[in-house]
């Protein structure tokens, strides 16, 4: 059964950073995303509660529907609407009634900046993650920003489900999360503050995967992975410090292959032998010299067929497509 004192005290908070926003907050040291002709007002910017940005161009071609969880300042809505200018073609959910509000205020105020933006274009709904309001396979795209490490482990699964169940085939969770380099100690687990402040409730990377490949998604790409805070010693009663990190990924509602989930995190395989390609007959084929990008499992699989020679690059964390699946 859901513990709903952690969400309850997360409500609470963001009522108030709604109604007072706490700038950096929870975002990392970095602009957002500026576009061609987008103006973002002021007030969305001091508003910016997310720790990395789902806000991927090359996922958001032909005016998808996008549904965004947990609208925040508005800051991201309004950059989705950037590529898809029709009425509602962006659906914002909240639960906090003053953050819907406040996001509301700030999009009329997009409108007056921007030319190009119309305020129909987001449409502001009341709702939560665990029960998203949207039928089943209706949207293109769903996102979120620093929320679902909010949730406890039993609670994200839920959250994961409802996205995944929206999602049209071939669809996309667009995620940004903070990401722990170790479990976190359950003394900071149990603090629901900590919790709402996304300090306390991130999963280790292995864990965040896990959740995503155990909904069904068959393909995860890591878009990028940065360190975003450090749990010091003393304020945190730590042994020795904790770091973490931010983690942005883009997942495919795509069938699961029979030997596992394609996970990309920017891995290359090349081909170092004499001949002047390498076929591995299960899809792969590798120009001598020229790095491909693959998957996690195709990595360990090429890099164990010929590791004399066939060299596999360590992740980069950071991946845009092109690969071997």
Not at 16 to 40: D, M, N, Y
Not at 52 to 58: K, L
Not at 139 to 147: E, H, K, R, S
């Amino acid at each position: 059964m859901t513990n709903m004192s952690y969400l309850e005290t997360a409500a609470k908070f963001y009522s108030e950073v709604a109604q007072t926003p706490q700038v950096g907050l929870c975002c990392v040291q970095s602009s957002p995303l500026q576009f061609p002709g987008l103006k973002i007002p002021p007030q969305m910017q001091e508003m910016n509660y997310g720790c990395g940005t789902t806000v991927h161009p090359a996922e958001l071609g032909n005016e998808p529907t996008v549904l965004y969880v947990g609208v925040g300042g508005g800051l991201e809505a309004l950059q989705f609407a950037y590529f898809s200018r029709r009425p509602s073609g962006i659906i914002a959910v909240d639960p906090v009634a003053a953050m819907r509000e406040a996001a509301a205020r700030n999009l009329a105020i997009a409108s007056e900046k921007n030319s190009w933006f119309d305020r129909s274009f987001v449409e502001i709904r009341e709702g939560d993650a665990f029960a998203l309001p949207m039928p089943d396979a209706s949207v293109d795209v769903v996102a979120q920003n620093c929320l679902f490490n909010i949730f406890e482990p039993a609670d994200l699964a839920k959250a994961l489900q409802e996205a995944f169940r929206v999602l049209k085939p071939g669809g996309r969770l667009l995620m940004s999360d903070p990401i722990a380099t170790r479990p976190i100690p359950e003394h900071l687990r149990k603090d629901d503050r900590l919790r709402a402040m996304c300090l306390s409730g991130a999963l280790t990377y292995q864990e965040y995967i896990q959740h995503l490949v155990d909904v069904g998604f068959g393909q995860v790409e890591i878009r990028a992975r940065r360190p975003y805070r450090l749990l010091d010693c003393q304020n945190y009663n730590l042994e020795a410090p904790l770091l973490l990190e931010s983690l942005d990924s883009v997942s495919f509602k795509v069938l699961m292959p029979e030997d596992g989930p394609c996970i990309f995190t920017g891995k290359t395989a090349i081909y170092t032998g004499v001949e002047e390609f390498f076929d591995d007959y299960a899809g792969h084929i590798l120009q001598r010299g020229v790095p491909a990008a693959v998957c996690d499992k195709t990595a360990a699989k090429l890099g164990s067929l010929m590791p004399a020679e066939i060299l596999v690059t360590n992740s980069t964390w950071h991946y845009t497509g092109g690969g071997c699946c």
